[in-house]
């Protein structure tokens, strides 16, 4: 087993990532026709950095977060269905702690690429408002690194993303 040896002063290594990657595999799968690239899983705050890629309409979930989340549409467009506004490509939006909200792309788009920055989780809940199920830093690791032992990459890939 090889150890991670901090540099002087206990700093982490910077990452530096193309953020939309030429190979696909890159792409973590997380629903049918949704995926997520990683760009940094902070095993430190609890968070993480991703760039969210939907190619088809519809639901993608129901859920809230314990603390804030924000994002910027790279590409396509999407919405809440709790809200009556869209976000369109060039778009910042912030969400805050504790609100129920449903992500939905329109019919119109081909494809959305969003890139989030998540503090603390993801809580996916039922139309009561019920945990359903959830998502954090170290499910989203446990995710890559059976995604890309499975592609061919290797379950280690993962880590130029962890700190």
């Known amino acids: 087993m090889s150890a991670f040896i901090a540099p002087a002063g206990g700093i982490q290594p910077e990452i530096v990532a193309t953020a939309i990657p030429a190979d696909e595999r890159e792409w973590v799968p997380q629903a049918q026709d949704v ?15 991703n760039l969210l890629r939907v190619r088809k309409s519809g639901v993608l979930s129901r859920h809230r977060h314990p603390m804030l989340v924000v994002g910027y549409v790279i590409r396509g467009k999407w919405f809440y269905r709790e809200h009556d506004w869209v976000a369109n490509a060039g778009d910042f939006v912030y969400e805050p702690p504790g609100e129920i909200h449903t992500l939905e792309v329109p019919a119109d788009c ?11 989780a993801m809580i996916y809940v039922d139309e009561n408002g019920m945990q359903t199920g959830y998502e954090d830093v170290f499910t989203k690791i446990d995710m890559c690194r059976r995604h890309y032992e499975a592609v061919g990459l290797g379950a280690d890939y993962v880590q130029r993303f962890v700190r």
Do not use: H, Q
């Open 35 to 49: 995926w997520f690239r990683p760009l940094l899983l902070n095993t430190v705050t609890g968070g993480w950095c």
């Open 110 to 120: 081909e494809e959305m690429i969003t890139f989030f920055n998540i503090s603390g």
